[in-house]
């Protein structure tokens, strides 16, 4: 079933991103399985598990749902840095620096996200050294994240950048991601959780990295392949618009809420004093715009999906299989023909041989 | 199906973990009910589910060697195994309930110290053993349909996947219950 001539060092980063996805995806998800399944029986029989009043741990309830429940947001990552690694390499006309390094950093990330659940338990009643190893371990987690973008960065450098739609998200993923990842470093620094734990913070943060991070990425990875799906064009115009909108919106929506959550706003509240409404006027205010950013491209893609010009087929001049090997838009099966791989992955310089380390 | 079975451990081990918790926080509450525990089925139940692996195994190699009466003898003494072990877990469960030691409204306990804790240890018995007969259920249909089909011929010497694949499974569920045994029967039973 393996085309000719692919091996593990040839897949392109899309596919190196969604195997440690699935790695994640096969090891957690049975945890919050059962984890649901036993708060099901305990609903059911009224009788507890996890119920404190009759002798229950209602402490491992959270262990066993946040086992499972960190990992689910590498689930969630992992397949927006991939597709930002096919992105950045296509419109820097470059092969990703440190391809190596980019893969493996999948993996890491994949295995240490099993190891660092606890980090949602620091105020939860555990014990210290336990925080404290889950605090270090949190540390560690974000250092493949930070390859990657390190990685990307380097990419660009002496590449040959232009700005197209999927660009630009790329760019936003880059920063946001950034932010987020970042923030999500003061989170797991014991002291400073204690004050921000349940505030607008985390919120802040998490949203950073989720929709500032994967959202970005989803839009550019579909203003990327649209092309090769429909076999249409999207108005480039409209989309850097709704890009931009999308990028002020975004920040204007949840960076106030880093504010406050560090003056002191707790989650999930309805009411709040009144000193923090302004902010929170912002954050609204800034959300509107945001949902105006993504009915654009609603609109557009809808109506260039049948109305659209036919796209060449490969618009963007791109490597790699789905670009160079099958129709656009492609057949059922995908290829009408056998792919047969015959070079590195990211081969825009037109090396015949593998790279080293260091691209 | 290795990959499967893997999902299964995860599955099974955040009940395992549980365990492990409750019994570190309850010692003797737990040692206390496996008192009720009936160690003789449980033991017999054993002998009978590793038994069944050893017929499994069995059939796998008919099949490997393209008997098709022997495959289907060795899967139909597997099944009758596993329905020999459905029901002595039904008569367990039964004497659960008549001792009122099922979770719930109706439970009651002996020694009035270890009440909530027994009722946990109970809630995680009933939670494993019946998820682990729910897949031993699956299990004895998932055999029921690899007779038929070794029946009609469907299995040669170079083509048995599924009975290889269904074996797999029936050894994955032998060896939950070979965890469970000691675990749930055994825990005061140290003299």
């Given amino acids: 079933m393996r085309a000719p001539g692919m091996t593990w060092n040839r897949l392109p980063l899309f596919v190196w991103g969604h195997y440690a996805t699935s790695l ?33 741990d209602p402490v491992l309830f959270q262990h066993l749902f946040w086992f499972y429940s960190h990992p689910a947001v590498y689930i969630m990552i992992l397949p927006g840095m991939a597709v930002i690694s096919e992105i950045v390499a296509c419109f820097s006309r470059k092969a990703i ?56 960065t380097a990419t660009m450098y002496k590449g040959s950048v232009s700005y197209e739609t999927p660009m630009l998200y790329a760019f936003g993923f880059i920063g946001l991601f950034t932010i987020g990842g970042l923030t999500g470093l003061f989170l797991a620094t014991m002291a400073i959780d204690v004050h921000v734990t349940d505030t607008y913070f985390v919120i802040a943060h998490f949203h950073y990295v989720m929709v500032g991070g994967m959202v970005m990425a989803y839009l550019g990875g579909i203003h990327f392949w649209f092309p090769k799906i429909t076999g249409r064009l999207y108005p480039e115009g409209w989309a850097k618009f709704a890009a931009l909108v999308v990028f002020v919106g975004f920040n204007l929506t949840f960076f106030p809420q880093f504010i406050l959550g560090y003056q002191g706003m707790p989650r999930r509240y309805a009411h709040y004093p009144p000193e923090f409404q302004v902010l929170n006027v912002m954050s609204t205010a800034g959300a509107s715009i945001l949902a105006l950013g993504y009915l654009i491209p609603m609109i557009y893609l809808t109506w260039a999906w049948r109305h659209g010009p036919s796209s060449p087929q490969n618009p963007w001049n791109a490597k790699g299989l789905e670009w160079e090997q099958s129709p656009t838009p492609p057949p059922t099966y995908n290829f009408d023909h056998q792919p047969v791989v015959t070079e590195p992955a990211y081969n825009y310089s037109g090396r015949e041989q593998e790279v080293d380390i260091g691209g | 199906m290795w990959v499967f079975l893997v999902t299964e451990v ?11 918790v409750y019994r570190n926080m309850y010692p003797e509450a737990f040692a206390s009910t496996s008192h009720f525990m009936n160690v003789t089925i449980g033991a017999f139940n054993t002998a009978v589910l590793i038994f069944s692996s050893f017929t499994m195994v069995l059939a796998v190699r008919s099949a490997q060697l393209g008997q098709k009466k022997a ?57 494993m053993t019946g998820m682990h007969a729910i897949h031993m259920i699956i299990g004895a249909g998932l055999l029921a349909a690899l007779i038929v089909m070794a029946a009609r011929n469907r299995f040669s010497a170079t083509w048995y996947t599924p009975v290889e694949m269904i074996g797999l499974y029936w050894h994955f569920v032998d060896i939950v219950w070979i965890f469970l045994f000691p675990l749930l029967y055994l825990i005061g039973h140290t003299r």
């Avoid at chain 1, 957690?28 to 059962?34: C, E, H, K, N, R």
């Avoid at chain 2, 039964?94 to 009651?108: C, L, M, R, S, T």
């Fill in chain 1, 97 to 152: 620096f440190g391809y190596s390094f980019v893969a493996f950093s999948s993996i890491a990330i994949a295995v240490l996200g099993f190891l660092v659940w606890g980090h949602h338990l620091f105020v939860a009643g555990q014990s210290m050294y336990a925080s404290m190893a889950f605090s270090f371990i949190s540390f560690l987690v974000a250092v493949p994240s930070a390859i990657k973008v390190f990685n990307w």
């Fill in chain 2, 10 to 20: 995860m599955f099974f081990g955040g009940m395992f973990g549980g365990y492990t």
């Fill in chain 1, 24 to 56: 994640i995806q096969v090891l957690g998800t049975p945890v919050i399985a059962i984890t649901l399944v036993l708060l099901g029986l305990e609903r059911l029989l009224h009788a507890g598990i996890f119920d404190p009043t009759v002798g229950g």
């Fill in chain 2, 71 to 127: 495959l289907i003898a060795f899967l139909i003494l597997t099944l009758i195994l596993g329905c020999v072990f459905l029901s002595l877990k039904y008569v367990e469960y039964h004497e659960k309930w008549v001792d009122h030691h099922i979770p719930g409204p109706g439970f009651h306990y002996a020694d009035p110290r270890y009440f909530h804790q027994a009722q946990i240890l109970f809630f995680l018995y009933f939670a």
